[in-house]
């Protein structure tokens, strides 16, 4: 059934395209996070209006499809009068937004799960509002919704099979090139999917492991 | 420790209101204390003596009247209509208070030292070998230093309460505001925190205490101050306010106490019989 010397000679090939698909994930993540965490904070915010600017985010970059806001940050920026914007800078974009419209969501409930009286207590002490962010709320907040974090990390890694459209060969891309080239569809793509599984295993063995950790600790 | 004494009050409400709504749970509060004095408040629940305390931290923003924190207006710019003062202003006012909460309030995913330092590099901007000291020499102080690693979560609600004292005496506040410290622990725990908070007022540390133990409030207190519905009905030492007889409300409020304990001594009698 397998063709292994094609399937042998396409690796290479699919191995550099993963960097692609890891560089372009975990930069979004990254950003994602932090996007994730700002707008929490203005959705969590006591001013009606910071209010209505997170809500308002949320529904513009959760309610478009990831597809087309990638078409639209790589195609219809420049036209307005943005500098032309390279395809990963581009991508990267895209899955930051995205991702930060989810975190955001995934987050306001850690947020909401913490007593209240640890912020005071944080206020009488005198620390600021951004340490108290990133010292008392985020850490605590990831740690209760760690699973839904991982979930989120796992999908924007298959979200981003969909940054093709702006001209990056990821890995999705490279192997559809790959099968035109060879037409061993079939082998090319278990080969594709096998790729993805190896990315998202040891992601979900790993928050696994650091979910129970902490628990231990928190317990 | 040894706190100066001066003319100037520690803590001086003037005519402090506070209303939820319509809802009006402070009335016209005159309190003053000075330093190195031990104010106990008591008060059935919902007469507002949380709410005072918390008034007094700017944790609750009073609608009328004052709160001088050594002479200094807190939360409000000076002149109506009222105008918050900016958060740097709030903060320097209040750093020279020390707050302890009923629920400790502790951050669970910060070691006990980590609970303690955090203020004192972040708001201090002390280097931490010198923080690490410091809050372990807090800790010595409420006899937890061998604890120091452990997570919150590991210790018992009076060792817990204790670590939250700590935290509040590592920034060296004058004054310390206690709301019910023990309200929350099982009985056999309240003891390990009054003591602690005994040495303290020992030291002379200015409190104020929002608290159900009479006990402690008849031994450790300069001065116990009585609210119901949201005014101070009486106020004195507390041999004088205890054995108030013309306050029919205060009577049945110890009365209650009184009425607790009484099968205690029953008991005793029985078994002398």
Redesign the interface.
């Known amino acids: 059934m397998f063709d292994w010397p094609t399937l042998v000679e396409s690796l290479p090939l699919l191995a550099k395209s993963l960097l692609v698909t890891l560089e372009s994930s975990l930069a979004g993540l990254g950003i994602g996070f932090v996007i994730g965490v700002l707008v929490c904070s203005l959705r969590l915010s006591l001013h009606p209006l910071w209010r209505r600017l997170g809500g308002a985010y949320i529904f513009v970059f959760r309610g478009i499809p990831l597809l087309v806001q990638l078409l639209f940050i790589y195609y219809f920026l420049p036209r307005i009068g943005l500098p032309n914007v390279s395809p990963l800078a581009a991508a990267i974009t895209g899955l930051s937004l995205a991702a930060g419209a989810y975190i955001a969501e995934i987050l306001r409930g850690g947020f909401l799960a913490i ?1 209240e ?2 912020l ?10 951004l ?1 108290v962010l990133v ?2 709320q985020v ?2 907040a990831v ?1 209760l919704t760690l699973p839904a974090l991982i979930n989120e990390m796992i999908l924007l890694i298959k979200a981003s099979s969909l940054i093709s459209v702006v001209g990056l060969a990821e890995l999705t891309r490279t192997a559809q090139n790959i099968a035109a080239s060879n037409y061993l569809f079939l082998q090319t793509y278990l080969v594709l999917a096998l790729f993805y599984c190896l990315i998202n295993i040891p992601l979900a063995c790993a928050g696994g492991l650091l979910e129970r950790r902490l628990k231990r ?3 | 420790m040894t706190v100066t004494k001066t003319h100037r009050p520690a803590l001086a409400l003037r005519g402090v209101g506070k209303r939820f709504g319509s809802n009006q749970v402070l009335h016209n509060i005159d309190l003053e204390v000075q330093s190195s004095e031990v104010v106990c408040l008591i008060g059935p629940s919902g007469s507002g003596k949380s709410t005072l305390l918390r008034s007094m931290a700017f944790l609750e923003e009073y609608d009328d009247g004052e709160v001088f924190i050594e002479g200094q207006l807190l939360g409000w710019e000076p002149g109506l209509p009222r105008k918050r003062t900016s958060r740097a202003h709030l903060n320097k006012v209040r750093s020279t208070i020390g707050m302890v909460f009923q629920q400790f309030n502790l951050w669970p995913h910060m070691s006990v030292l980590g609970n303690v330092t955090e203020a004192l590099i972040r708001v201090r901007r002390i280097a931490s070998g010198e923080a690490r000291q410091r809050g372990l020499a807090m800790l010595e102080k409420v006899g937890l230093a061998h604890k120091a690693d452990a997570y919150p979560a590991q210790l018992s609600g009076g060792q817990q309460q204790r670590v939250a004292i700590a935290r509040a005496l590592a920034m060296e506040p004058h004054i310390m505001l206690f709301d019910e410290p023990t309200s929350a622990l099982d009985p056999e725990l309240v003891g390990e925190v009054l003591h602690v908070m005994k040495q303290l007022a020992a030291d002379g540390m200015t409190m104020v205490v929002v608290t159900h133990e009479m006990g402690f409030a008849a031994q450790v207190a300069d001065t116990v101050v009585f609210l119901d519905q949201g005014q101070i009905v009486a106020r004195g030492s507390p041999q004088k306010l205890f054995h108030m007889t013309q306050h029919p409300r205060l009577q049945q409020f110890l009365q209650n106490y009184l009425d607790r304990n009484a099968f205690w001594q029953d008991m005793k009698e029985e078994a002398t019989a």
């Open positions: 007593p009286g640890q005071e207590a944080a206020h009488m002490l005198g620390l600021s509002p340490d010292r008392i850490p605590q740690r600790r928190l317990a």
